[in-house]
């Protein structure tokens, strides 16, 4: 995990668990030594995240790795396709919008228009054929 948001998660952790600031640093201090998250090391990061969830912080997970876009009637039946072919490689929706930015400069699938999902669907079956897989 890169560094920003690993101390993100900390300060996030901080909050939803309630704790004021001598708490904070008091607690930074017996677990990793340091008495700001700006010096802690990647192993001290490990430890206070470690900490922080054993004492009842739930990170949540990321919405966009398995939210299916929504999109009007006429691309209904592409988007099946692409979930199918997502869903067969066992790949989460995040795999096609980051397809989607780097295919076409469109940061969410949701967003294609028909033409476009054509060509991604393409790009998926042209994978699904290179990775051996069968498509029915």
Not at 13 to 23: G, H, Q, S, V
Request: charge should be positive; aromatic fraction near 6%; charged fraction near 30%.
């Amino acid at each position: 995990m890169s560094r920003k948001p690993a101390l993100a998660k900390i300060h996030i952790a901080k909050n939803e668990l309630a704790m004021d600031d001598d708490t904070y640093r008091a607690m930074l201090q017996s677990i990793a030594g340091v008495s700001s998250s700006k010096a802690l090391t990647d192993a001290g990061v490990t430890k206070v995240l470690a900490h922080l969830q054993r004492c009842g912080w739930k990170p949540k997970t990321a919405a966009k790795a398995g939210k299916k876009p929504s999109v009007g009637r006429g691309r209904q039946a592409l988007v099946g396709k692409v979930e199918a072919l997502l869903a067969e490689a066992k790949r989460p929706w995040s795999y096609a919008d980051a397809m989607a930015k780097r295919m076409f400069g469109v940061d969410k699938t949701d967003w294609l228009d028909a033409e476009h999902l054509v060509k991604l669907v393409a790009a998926l079956t042209y994978d699904a054929k290179r990775h051996g897989r069968d498509l029915g």
